[in-house]
């Protein structure tokens, strides 16, 4: 079966510390994505990887930083935490291409990083 | 950019009766997907059915259909006979051909009462 791990399901951190997000997938999929979900906003994409050490930013990079030094690892790194970006954080991968089979995202089961 | 819309924050149905989550998109692609996605309080995410936009034909998948209707942009959601496991968040998506990348709607909590 498919998998998206991420390495913690609740997090809590104090402002001003940096923060380190992981996920691992186990599809050898080219694609990676970081997304925030706050309530009322939906997601929105943060950053995105099609390859290893490549990266593009998403909606909102502003705060965020990635890396991608293996092809099955994704972190998002918050380099000095704020109040708000207090948010849950989700995971996913797909297959790179144009074909019917890379049109599914899979999702990890999220983080929920609270920031005090 | 392309954006996506819920209008519907939240919605509430029977158990065994139908509901329809509303969705609108704006782009100026011709060539693109559209996707709903369900989220239960576990916050896995699971892919409920997927729209080619160059096919006419309307998507199903068992108990879930869409009504997809290009020119107006429109994208919803209709589920029949509805159970107590299809309480969750539902997701609206866009994505162009060529473009990796999925846009959100807002979402639609939806309700179902025993």
């Known amino acids: 079966d498919v998998k998206v791990t991420q390495s913690s399901r609740y997090l809590v951190k104090r402002t001003g510390e940096k923060v380190f997000l992981e996920c691992v997938q186990d599809?050898?999929?080219?694609?990676m994505f970081w997304y925030r979900q706050d309530p009322g906003l939906g997601l929105r994409l943060i950053y995105f990887?099609?390859?290893?050490?490549m990266k593009e930013k998403g909606d909102i990079p502003e705060g965020y930083s990635v890396s991608r030094e293996k092809k099955e690892r994704f972190s998002l790194i918050l380099e000095s935490a704020s109040t708000n970006q207090t948010s849950m954080y989700l995971c996913?991968?797909?297959?790179w291409g144009q074909g019917v089979i890379n049109e599914k995202l899979f999702f990890g089961s999220g983080t929920q990083l609270s920031v005090l | 950019a392309q954006t996506v819309t819920q209008s519907q924050p939240e919605m509430s149905v029977q158990e065994a009766e139908t509901v329809t989550l509303s969705c609108t998109y704006d782009?100026?692609?011709?060539?693109?997907?559209l996707f709903w996605y369900k989220q239960p309080p576990s916050r896995q995410m699971i892919l409920v059915i997927r729209?080619?936009?160059?096919?006419?034909q309307n998507a199903t998948e068992n108990r879930f259909s869409v009504n997809f209707q290009k020119a107006a942009k429109s994208f919803s959601l209709k589920i029949s006979d509805s159970q107590l496991g299809d309480a969750a968040m539902y997701f609206c998506?866009?994505?162009?051909?060529?473009?990796?990348?999925?846009?959100f709607g807002t979402g639609t909590r939806l309700t179902i009462i025993p």
């Open positions: 996913a991968s797909s297959l």
């Open positions: 782009t100026s692609e011709s060539d693109y997907y």
């Open positions: 729209q080619e936009a160059y096919k006419q």
């Open positions: 998506a866009y994505r162009s051909r060529g473009n990796e990348k999925l846009t």
């Open positions: 599809m050898d999929h080219e694609n």
């Open positions: 990887s099609y390859d290893v050490k």
